[in-house]
T-cell receptor, first 114, second 119 residues
Framework: AQKVTQAQTEISVVEKEDVTLDCVYE???????LFWYKQPPSGELVFLIR??????QNEISGRYSWNFQKSTSSFNFTITASQVVDSAVYFC???????????FGSGTRLLVRP | EAGVAQSPRYKIIEKRQSVAFWCNPI?????LYWYQQILGQGPKLLIQ????????DSQLPKDRFSAERLKGVDSTLKIQPAKLEDSAVYLC?????????????????FGAGTRLSVL
């Protein structure tokens, strides 16, 4: 069975701190895709990144970086120098190669205080 | 490019009443999804359309939920009759059609959702 676990329910940091959101996934498939979405208070899920299972290179985009480790089935997301606008719920999701369906974790609520 | 449009944004009904939600996907996107997001949880897929055909409705409670996408563009999700446990945000998403079996390009883009409260 496929599953995504985001053990951190809520994280609170002060602006400019670095913060890492954890994501652990379970699948027996060899080809799959991992995603991160941001859900601000407006409610819309905003796509942040997609990685496929064959590409373990870490990725950096501005203040955002992602660490994919197949050995530990983890796909962690780090925000460097956090800002108040980063406050949102962040979801990690898994998709099998054979399906369009996204399997979401339960989300991590990030609060960045000024 | 316009995003996924959903209406209404909020709906409050009493149990046993009926309700309908509307979604207009991104122009040209062949695949449309409806997700249910209960408070404190991640979204869960209810139904997926490819053009106007249903691809996956295995998680749709068919005794009370129905959905259609008659012309392969916009879609309607209906609940009849509503139960208290249907209180949730209903999210619509769309994605471009992937060629053949290539699912790698399939990114889902979401609307802002409809927040339903059943009293």
């Amino acid at each position: 069975a496929q599953k995504v676990t985001q053990a951190q329910t809520e994280i609170s940091v002060v602006e400019k701190e670095d913060v890492t959101l954890d994501c652990v996934y379970e699948t027996r498939d060899t080809t799959y895709y991992l995603f991160w979405y941001k859900q601000p208070p407006s409610g819309e899920l905003v796509f942040l990144i997609r990685r496929n299972s064959f590409d373990e290179q870490n990725e950096i985009s501005g203040r955002y970086s992602w660490n994919f480790q197949k050995s530990t089935s983890s796909f962690n997301f780090t925000i460097t120098a956090s800002q108040v606008v980063d406050s949102a719920v962040y979801f990690c999701a898994l998709k099998m190669d054979s399906s369009y369906k996204l399997i979401f974790g339960s989300g991590t609520r990030l609060l960045v205080r000024p | 490019e316009a995003g996924v449009a959903q209406s209404p944004r909020y709906k409050i009904i009493e149990k046993r009443q009926s309700v309908a939600f509307w979604c207009n996907p991104i122009s040209g996107h062949a695949t449309l999804y409806w997700y249910q997001q209960i408070l404190g949880q991640g979204p869960k897929l209810l139904i997926q359309f490819q053009n106007n055909g249903v691809v996956d409705d295995s998680q749709l409670p068919k005794d009370r939920f129905s959905a259609e996408r008659l012309k392969g563009v916009d879609s309607t999700l209906k609940i009849q009759p509503a139960k208290l446990e249907d209180s949730a945000v209903y999210l619509c998403a769309s994605s471009p059609r992937a060629s053949g079996s290539d699912h790698s390009k399939n990114i889902q883009y979401f609307g802002a959702g409809t927040r339903l409260s059943v009293l």
